[in-house]
């Protein structure tokens, strides 16, 4: 099993809808939580770190369930330019701990 | 700030050939991360260096790839004898620390082609 998975799409949708994804972690441990987005050919870029309480910073929303071991972004009123592949990314605390990335989850917004 | 330089941008090597990929990290930045991604694929955790340390090398091949992080200069990913299911995109990233606020952040990329 993967460490996180998350479903690879693609995401089709139109523009101005909302859409959903969801990660999920196998790592009971993992502290801390960060969706990236990455642009073809591009580096991954920070979209938001992921909170216990949720957090939200404009049109996208973020959600943790630790008991679920699962994490979710919300894209409300979805732009062109929102198309991109988002990775789902969870971290553990300790001294040696590295960095796990999800494979991402592609979307593609369409006029 | 000129953030996290990565180079060579592109490199071309035939099979047998060494590659040697550089990454400078952020300003203030301590800690380096490599990744390597396939095409289509996602990121491969690969290495976690701090200073003159490897921290988790569990990412890895067993063979032909090395890193280093030397106390000063950039921070160097090796792989001897390049074959072609080497190709791909390899990422450095780098934080401030290891604390839950202390995101990655990524350099362009280097992408090797072996032909």
């Known amino acids: 099993r993967k460490e996180v998975e998350q479903d690879p799409g693609p995401f089709n949708v139109p523009e101005g809808a909302t859409v959903a994804f969801n990660c999920t972690y196998s790592?009971?441990?993992?502290?801390?939580f960060f969706w990236y987005r990455q642009d073809c050919r591009k580096e991954p870029k920070l979209l938001m770190s992921v909170y216990s309480s949720g957090n939200e910073d404009g049109r996208f929303t973020a959600q943790l369930n630790r008991a679920s071991q699962y994490i979710s972004l919300l894209i409300r009123d979805s732009k062109l330019s929102d198309s991109a592949t988002y990775l789902c990314?969870?971290?553990?605390?300790?001294?040696?701990?590295?960095?796990?990335f999800g494979s991402g989850t592609r979307l593609s917004i369409r006029p | 700030n000129a953030g996290v330089m990565q180079n060579p941008r592109h490199l071309v090597r035939r099979r047998g050939q060494e590659a040697r990929l550089r990454c400078s990290p952020m300003?203030?930045?301590?800690?380096v991360y490599w990744y390597r991604q396939l095409p289509e694929e996602g990121l491969k955790f690969m290495v976690y260096l701090q200073k003159e340390n490897i921290i988790d090398e569990s990412g890895m091949p067993k063979e032909r790839f090395s890193a280093e992080f030397p106390k000063e200069g950039p921070s160097i990913l090796r792989i001897q004898q390049v074959v072609r299911g080497d190709s791909a995109a390899y990422f450095c990233a780098s934080s401030r620390g290891q604390g839950r606020s202390n995101v990655l952040t990524f350099g362009a990329g280097s992408r090797l082609t072996v032909l």
């Open positions: 990314v969870a971290r553990g605390d300790g001294s040696a701990s590295k960095i796990i």
């Open positions: 300003k203030g930045h301590s800690h």
């Open positions: 790592n009971s441990a993992s502290q801390s």
